[in-house]
Every structure is written in structure tokens, then in C-alpha cells.
């Protein structure tokens, strides 16, 4: 039972991997616009948590920080 158990863990860690991976090319972008995004704008959080739409987030950061500041 404790191996399934350790296997289990195993394949939930794979599957938290591959969102990392895409991250990895823009680690500091990703970083950055997840501690800024989170503390300011709590209606913005649930769009960012999803993995699949990290890749076009930067591209509506600008923009997103833009209004925080304004």
C-alpha cells in the first residue's frame, strides 16, 4: 500500500511538471507576474492559476499592471 501510495505522489509530481517546463524559458517573468498579480487584483487569480493560459498571460501583463498603477 505504501508503494502505491509513493507511486501516486510520483505521477502527481509529473503532472505538476510539465506546466513547470513550459515556465522554464521565463522563469523570472513568470515569478514576477504571479507575486505582483496575486497581491493586487483578487478577481485576476483564479485566470492566472490555470498553467494553460500562462503563455499568453505575459503578453496582458503590461497591460494588467498598467491599470494597477493607473
Same mark, same amino acid.
Given at each position: 500500500?505504501?508503494?502505491?501510495?509513493?507511486?501516486?505522489?510520483?505521477?502527481?509530481?509529473?503532472?505538476? $511538471?510539465? *506546466?513547470?517546463?513550459?515556465?522554464?524559458? !521565463?522563469? #523570472?517573468?513568470?515569478?514576477?507576474?504571479?507575486? &505582483?498579480? @496575486?497581491? +493586487?487584483?483578487?478577481? $485576476?487569480? *483564479?485566470?492566472?492559476?490555470?498553467?494553460? !493560459?500562462? #503563455?499568453?498571460?505575459?503578453?496582458?501583463?503590461? &497591460?494588467? @499592471?498598467? +491599470?494597477?498603477?493607473?
Amino acid at each position: 500500500e505504501l508503494k502505491k501510495h509513493q507511486e501516486e505522489e510520483q505521477q502527481s509530481e509529473k503532472k505538476l $511538471q510539465p *506546466p513547470k517546463k513550459l515556465n522554464v524559458p !521565463q522563469p #523570472p517573468v513568470a515569478k514576477l507576474w504571479t507575486s &505582483q498579480e @496575486q497581491p +493586487q487584483p483578487s478577481q $485576476q487569480q *483564479p485566470s492566472v492559476q490555470p498553467p494553460s !493560459q500562462t #503563455p499568453p498571460q505575459p503578453s496582458t501583463l503590461p &497591460q494588467a @499592471q498598467a +491599470q494597477a498603477q493607473a
